[in-house]
């Protein structure tokens, strides 16, 4: 392995580490074998306490709140006199946009949580492989985020 890929392998590491674990600077910089300088000098080239602020708001989040609109229009409807308990088109058309915007969220995965199944996956076989497999997987996942993001 070129120095070059060892510290692209350490930078995307501690990139995942810091952004989607929520790891320290300082623990994330000895977990990867770098200086405290190096991590800051990435985090503050690269934005990733942008990026971590804005998975912070992720998927769950979204999904929370789409749901309390929800169920506030639907109060609202249910508020009114009997007899004119309906959605008007404006209220209608947002109450399908929402539901359409949560059943989606729903079933599409997101980056972060790819690259979680795969952190957890690189965890499992530290336990139960040899490095080699390890090493292996770990080369061909970080390829494999690399070509996700590009899309």
Do not use: C
């Not at 392998?9 to 977990?31: G, N």
């Amino acid at each position: 392995m070129s120095a070059a890929q060892t510290i692209a392998d350490k930078q995307f590491l501690a990139k995942i580490l810091f952004t989607t674990q929520k790891l320290d600077q300082k623990i994330v910089a000895k977990r990867v074998g770098i200086s405290e300088t190096t991590m800051s000098k990435w985090v503050n080239e690269f934005g990733w306490k942008n990026l971590r602020n804005r998975l912070l708001v992720g998927k769950e989040q979204i999904l929370s709140d789409f749901y309390e609109e929800l169920e506030e229009i639907n109060e609202s409807i249910k508020d009114k006199p009997k007899g004119k308990r309906y959605a008007d088109t404006k209220l209608g058309d947002v109450r399908i946009k929402l539901t359409a915007s949560i059943r989606n969220l729903e079933t599409e995965m997101s980056i972060a949580d790819i690259v979680g199944a795969g952190m957890r996956f690189i965890k499992f076989l530290q336990y139960k492989g040899d490095m080699n497999q390890v090493n292996d997987f770990t080369e061909l996942w970080n390829d494999f985020i690399h070509a996700e993001l590009k899309k």
